[in-house]
């Protein structure tokens, strides 16, 4: 499974990342999460609770006149991840892009972006943690992904990203599109997932 979480913030996103991610591990399967989220969420949802930097170390990557930031060696993803990422619980293998303030670095964000684009090591299953919004989305951050899942809590506005974020589909052919509604009581009178013509 290769599977990208997108929404609006507080949405949930984080949670259930985690929570797939776990699942995965606990099913004896070796997994990747990668939180492509600047503001703090996967780690603690996957039990690692509060972690300084699980970035990876800005000196893998250089400015170079008329090419800007580019690896300064060639590196395959997958010794990245086996060098860098962190051990979390279940099994599960942790690499975060690097959290606001301070610890979002050029040259750690090149490298971050060669894992999220290349990381293929067979069995594995990658469960990423988009930031809120649709910026991260369509910057191709979520072209890992073979599904990525809308997280949708039952508000006009959470709606409203929810339509931006299904034309994902459109950036991301190889992925199938679509939605987790989360935070649903039952009690809803206003349903805005229903408008919305993707697979729940």
Do not use: C
């Not at 979002?104 to 684009?117: D, L, Q, W």
């Amino acid at each position: 499974m290769r599977l990208a979480l997108v929404g609006k913030g507080g949405s949930g996103k984080s949670v259930i990342a985690g929570t797939i991610a776990r699942l995965l591990a606990r099913d004896h399967r070796p997994v990747l999460a990668l939180d492509i989220d600047t503001l703090p969420g996967l780690a603690y949802s996957i039990g690692l609770g509060p972690i300084s930097d699980a970035g990876l170390p800005e000196d893998l990557a250089e400015r170079r006149e008329g090419q800007g930031w580019v690896l300064r060696e060639p590196i395959s993803a997958e010794t990245l991840v086996d060098r860098y990422a962190l051990a979390a619980p279940d099994g599960i293998r942790f690499l975060q892009l690097g959290k606001l303030p301070g610890h979002v670095r050029p040259g750690s964000v090149v490298a971050f972006r060669h894992v999220v684009e290349s990381f293929r090591k067979d069995g594995w299953s990658i469960v990423g943690d988009l930031a809120a919004g649709t910026r991260q989305g369509f910057g191709g951050w979520a072209g890992f992904a073979s599904l990525i899942a809308i997280v949708l809590e039952p508000t006009q506005a959470a709606a409203v990203s929810a339509r931006r974020l299904s034309r994902l589909a459109e950036t991301v052919p190889a992925a199938r599109l679509g939605i987790i509604v989360n935070k649903v009581t039952g009690r809803e009178t206003h349903k805005p997932w229903e408008s919305l013509d993707l697979p729940l």
